[in-house]
Every structure is written in structure tokens, then in C-alpha cells.
């Protein structure tokens, strides 16, 4: 080799790097990271949060939430990173999941604030919008926009919440059903497509 220093991805000093760029609670600026990519580590988030290191879940909620600060997207690949290092992670759908929500006012005028399992709040609006795919069988997956082009799947009882909440509106000539926040309207179905 040329001399140079390759560093092997390692869970301690990603949590250690983590802790230290920790600063008065809030998130560290990952955006302004751009260090060398170091390889991938056996990490994993699956689609109900659980995050999973070489195989075993992470059972403690403060590493999750540590590991959730350092957690970039890029060309649609997770990465965790810190100030010297970027190593890859599988994630299986969202790499959050939206575990509950709060409603303040009615209509249009309504404000959903979604917590995520690792503590986000985040309220949803042009910024941050909520979005239903549907697969081959009808059945939904609900996302809402948490940071830096991540998403979280909202949970089935929040989803169901949130659709308790929905209304008729009338958009680009079409009648579909959805919920108001944030002063925009975010589609679930089509009206005509609801089975009362």
C-alpha cells in the first residue's frame, strides 16, 4: 500500500464520533460532512425500527438515538457519518418509523406533529410531506418527510389515526380523500376508490 492510513468500520468509534459532535441536544451538521467512504458495516434498520448490529438488535434505545444523528442519505444509500469517516448501512424500507402524532386546529388550518421512534417531531407541511404508496394488493405504506430527504413509515395505528382525520377534497378534478397539515392537503386515495 501507499502509505495510506484505511480505516476498518467500527461501531465504537462511529459512537464515540457521534457523542462528540453531539452539541446542546441538537443534530450534528452530517450535511457538511463529506469524508472518505471506509467500507460498509453489518448494520441494519428494518422496517419496523429495530436497528440490528452484526446480526443481534441494538436493545438500547440512547445508541439507537446516537446512531439515528449520524444517519445520511446519498444516491438512495444510508451512510453513517462523522467528520472523518462514512461507512454504509442497510436499511430495509424508511429508516424511521413515525410512532405517534399530535393534531392542533381542524381543516385547513389543521397541524399534524409526527415523534419518531429515535425522538424526531417533525410537522408535516411543503417541508415536510406525507406520502401513501400503495402496492400490487392495495394495501398502503404511509411516509412522512423527517431530515435531509429521510422518511418514516407512519405505524399502523398512527396511519389509521390520521386517516380518522381525513376528509373529501377536490384536486386536479378528482375527489380523493387525505388530511390536512401544514396548510397543504396530502392525498391517501381517491374517493372512488374508498370501500365504505
Same mark, same amino acid.
Given at each position: 500500500?501507499?502509505?495510506?492510513?484505511?480505516?476498518?468500520?467500527?461501531?465504537?468509534?462511529?459512537?464515540?464520533?457521534?457523542?462528540?459532535?453531539?452539541?446542546?441536544?441538537?443534530?450534528?451538521? *452530517?450535511?457538511?460532512?463529506?469524508?472518505?467512504?471506509?467500507?460498509?458495516?453489518?448494520?441494519?434498520?428494518?422496517?419496523?425500527?429495530?436497528?440490528?448490529?452484526?446480526?443481534?438488535?441494538?436493545?438500547?434505545?440512547?445508541?439507537?438515538?446516537?446512531?439515528?444523528?449520524?444517519?445520511?442519505?446519498?444516491?438512495?444509500?444510508?451512510?453513517?457519518?462523522?467528520?472523518?469517516?462514512?461507512?454504509?448501512?442497510?436499511?430495509?424500507?424508511?429508516?424511521?418509523?413515525?410512532?405517534?402524532?399530535?393534531?392542533?386546529?381542524?381543516?385547513?388550518?389543521?397541524?399534524?406533529?409526527?415523534?419518531?421512534?429515535?425522538?424526531?417531531? *417533525?410537522?408535516?407541511?411543503?417541508?415536510?410531506?406525507?406520502?401513501? *404508496?400503495?402496492?400490487?394488493?392495495?394495501?398502503?405504506?404511509?411516509? *412522512?418527510?423527517?431530515?435531509?430527504?429521510?422518511?418514516?413509515?407512519?405505524?399502523?395505528?398512527?396511519?389509521?389515526?390520521?386517516?380518522?382525520?381525513?376528509?373529501?377534497?377536490?384536486?386536479?378534478?378528482?375527489?380523493?380523500?387525505?388530511?390536512?397539515?401544514?396548510?397543504?392537503?396530502?392525498?391517501?386515495?381517491?374517493?372512488?376508490?374508498?370501500?365504505?
Amino acid at each position: 500500500m501507499s502509505g495510506q492510513n484505511i480505516v476498518t468500520p467500527d461501531a465504537e468509534s462511529l459512537l464515540a464520533s457521534a457523542k462528540a459532535a453531539q452539541k446542546d441536544g441538537k443534530l450534528p451538521p *452530517v450535511h457538511l460532512w463529506d469524508p472518505p467512504f471506509c467500507g460498509d458495516l453489518d448494520m441494519e434498520i428494518r422496517r419496523d425500527g429495530t436497528w440490528f448490529y452484526n446480526g443481534t438488535p441494538i436493545g438500547r434505545a440512547p445508541l439507537v438515538r446516537l446512531f439515528s444523528s449520524i444517519l445520511k442519505l446519498e444516491d438512495g444509500k444510508y451512510f453513517l457519518v462523522t467528520p472523518v469517516e462514512k461507512v454504509g448501512i442497510r436499511v430495509e424500507d424508511a429508516p424511521f418509523v413515525a410512532v405517534d402524532f399530535e393534531v392542533a386546529g381542524t381543516g385547513a388550518a389543521q397541524v399534524v406533529t409526527f415523534t419518531t421512534h429515535v425522538g424526531d417531531t *417533525v410537522i408535516a407541511g411543503p417541508e415536510n410531506p406525507i406520502r401513501v *404508496v400503495r402496492d400490487d394488493t392495495g394495501e398502503p405504506s404511509p411516509y *412522512v418527510m423527517v431530515r435531509a430527504g429521510m422518511e418514516a413509515l407512519i405505524d399502523r395505528k398512527s396511519f389509521y389515526r390520521l386517516v380518522d382525520l381525513g376528509e373529501a377534497h377536490l384536486e386536479d378534478g378528482t375527489d380523493w380523500f387525505g388530511v390536512w397539515s401544514g396548510g397543504s392537503f396530502f392525498r391517501i386515495i381517491p374517493v372512488a376508490e374508498l370501500e365504505l
